[in-house]
């Protein structure tokens, strides 16, 4: 993909060892305003499921209880032996004196309904769709089939379900187009300007039209979107390899390069790979995330992209 050239820094720019020299940025929730739109779609697929599962309790989408059928019964005891005289035999043995416990009944799934926040957060963002469903339909306890990737939208699968938030992201995007947070083009620009190469990656397969939608791609090096994660068989979030993938076309290594991520997955994924600066993106009015995001190894913590622009490359001029 075509973008601003890849290389050393310009003699102005900051050359100190800790400074990044190139900058793997996610997309949504960092550079376009989309989270809240993928937060929705998911309530829209996983509530819908949630209410089924409501509905037909025991039927589907529950764990699968153990064996409960017991031991079938025998005629001789085990442990019975024979005496050697014909038509006797010893009696059987007694009964254990502390019979075993039964089998523990799995708990209940929790179907309480989807919660944009902490749910999305915890479960699915930075996520690929399939990852995703399947992480959150873990956590409440719910076992389906994973299914096939053309399945359509449904209840009966992981990939059922990862298909019926796909349609209601479409539907949102068909209602109202995505934007770019303000202060992403002015980042990229001015890390433009001191010809610090950057990347922007995305589990989903939407990333590059949306990026190209909202004026952003011009300042970018190269894009590592779901279609690219799907064709070259990447492990998703918190693997790191969509960022040392993309640090690679950028022609660095994770040393030299940093991450800026809003996803706990994300920045673990960061942080794993090994880069010189992990960076989180707290975007809430309150700071509640700064918190989380630090324990998964974020180095620091910014409101906005031109803050982590001036605290690490310094004042534009």
């Known amino acids: 993909m075509s973008g601003p050239p890849a290389g050393p820094p310009p003699p102005h720019a900051p050359h100190a060892p800790h400074v990044p020299h190139a900058v793997v940025f996610d997309t949504d ?52 032996r024979e005496t050697g005289e014909p038509g006797t035999s010893t009696a059987p043995a007694p009964p254990p004196a502390f019979p075993p416990a039964p089998a523990p009944r799995p708990a209940p799934p929790d179907l309480s309904p989807f919660d944009e926040d902490a749910d999305y957060r915890r479960h699915v963002d930075g996520k690929s769709r399939f990852d995703g469903a399947e992480a959150f339909l873990t956590a409440r306890g719910i076992r389906l089939p994973p299914g096939r990737p053309d399945d359509p939208p449904g209840h009966d699968t992981v990939w059922a379900v990862a298909a019926r938030k796909e349609a209601a992201f479409q539907d949102a995007l068909a209602a109202a187009p995505l934007a770019a947070f303000p202060d992403a083009a002015e980042a990229l620009a001015h890390l433009h300007a001191l010809r610090i190469p950057c990347a922007a990656v995305s589990a989903s397969r939407h990333a590059r039209e949306l990026l190209r939608a909202t004026g952003l791609t011009p300042l970018l090096a190269t894009v590592v979107d779901g279609v690219d994660t799907a064709r070259l068989g990447l492990p998703g979030k918190p693997d790191p390899a969509l960022f040392l993938h993309a640090a690679g076309l950028l022609g660095t290594g994770p040393g030299d390069s940093a991450v800026v991520e809003d996803a706990l997955a994300g920045v673990r994924a960061g942080h794993r790979g090994g880069f010189r600066l992990v960076v ?38």
């Open 280 to 317: 989180g993106v707290d975007r809430t009015p309150d700071g509640r995330g700064t918190a989380a995001l630090r324990a998964e190894g974020a180095d620091r913590v910014v409101p906005d992209l031109m803050a982590l622009v001036r605290s690490v490359w310094g004042e534009i001029r």
């Open 29 to 80: 929730g960092v550079l376009l305003d989309s989270a809240v739109v993928h937060a929705a779609a998911w309530k829209t697929a996983f509530d819908a499921f949630l209410a089924e599962v409501r509905e037909t309790r025991g039927t589907r989408g529950t764990p699968v209880p153990p064996d409960a059928e017991g031991t079938r019964a025998t005629d001789e005891a085990p442990g019975a």
